[in-house]
């Protein structure tokens, strides 16, 4: 039974062998902190950074649909399609077709979502 103020959660044993590696090598951690507490504010920083980057973030990543990464630029306030193509494995942009290297290209490279479709394509950066 938790403390008051705290719930259970059932997860993957997997997850939680995972979790339980991140625990242990993270350095950071106060040498005393239980596993427990451990997971609940890694959770809550995920929480905190996620909120951050929807309020804040100049782009967003909105999904990925066949061999199209769609995107939100805040800044031009428009969803913009960058379309891998795989037999010259690259990527282009619909704003700057022209541009390899623009804004919304580097931002797929660097996302954690795209890096399985980007390696199916075959696409490096
Ligand atoms: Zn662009």
């Not at 428009?78 to 580097?106: Q, Y």
Request: hydrophobic share 35%; with cysteine.
């Amino acid at each position: 039974m938790p403390e008051k103020g705290w719930k259970s959660i059932t997860v993957r044993e997997t997850v939680v062998k995972k979790l339980k590696t991140m625990y242990d090598q993270d350095i950071q951690r106060p040498q005393n902190q239980k596993f427990g507490a451990w997971v609940d504010e890694t959770i809550t920083g995920l929480i905190d950074y996620e909120d951050f980057i929807r309020k804040h973030a100049m782009l967003r990543f909105k999904g990925a649909f066949g061999n199209e990464i769609h995107i939100y630029d805040s800044f031009k306030q428009s969803n913009v399609i960058v379309t891998i193509d795989g037999a010259a494995k690259t990527l282009r942009c619909e704003f700057d077709p022209s541009n390899p290297s623009c804004i919304h290209i580097g931002f797929c490279y660097g996302l954690k979502d795209t890096a399985r479709i980007l390696k199916h394509y075959g696409v490096k950066n």
